[in-house]
DNA sequence: GTCGAGATTGACT
DNA sequence: GTCAATCTCGACT
């Protein structure tokens, strides 16, 4: 644990951009999640984006607006978090009220707060801790009560990170039945980085 | 009320 | 490579 790690988080006004550029300009920022066992947070490296209503993998496809989706018909910023399986993942709902796009954090690099994460989620390498969607909610211990929250108060938080130099881009992961959409290249990642998930 | 599917992960053949 | 875990919620009877 880092004791001169300041909360510094990005301005509600950070998420008001067009949302693939948003999914880019969130690589290298922090995602923070503060519980009573203490303080956790890793550098974002991985993100997807969905497009909503023409994106035909988002589940706000054509705007279906569901109990699980409605967050995603907010202001940006609010936390889209559900459960896939046995895993919950988050998301950072982008567009502006009413158009209902999000953009999915599929890895982080660990920062701060180690020895919680690890002891949230036991694995020998460093490197297996946060690289993936469902690996890295369940190490910052971020759950579906975190549904609805936004990322620039606590305890969730995304705040002020590293600049990236080198980004990548290519298709997004796990939509295979998403007809043509599953081809658009909506995944970002930090170019070389070893905690992204593939 | 019942059924099925899913933006994942880990264990196993 | 295959497969099951475990839960929310929409679609349907």
Redesign the pocket.
Known sequence: MRHDFKLEPLPSSFYSQPTLELAEALLGHMLVNVTEAGTSSGIIVET?A?LGESDQ????YQK?R?????I?FASPGHA?I??????H?V?VVSGEAGNPQ???I??IEPYSGIDLMKQR?P?EKLT?LT??????T?ALGIT?ADYGRTFFEPPLLITKGIEIKTIARGK????D??GEAKDYPYRFWVKNNPYV?R
């Open positions: 997807e969905y993998a988002a589940h706000s279906r569901t109990k699980r989706t409605e995603m889209y559900y459960q896939m399986h046995t895993h993942l998301n999000a953009i999915l599929r890895a989620r694995v297996n690289n993936g969607p469902g690996k890295l369940k579906r997004r992961i796990g939509i039945n998403s998930s």
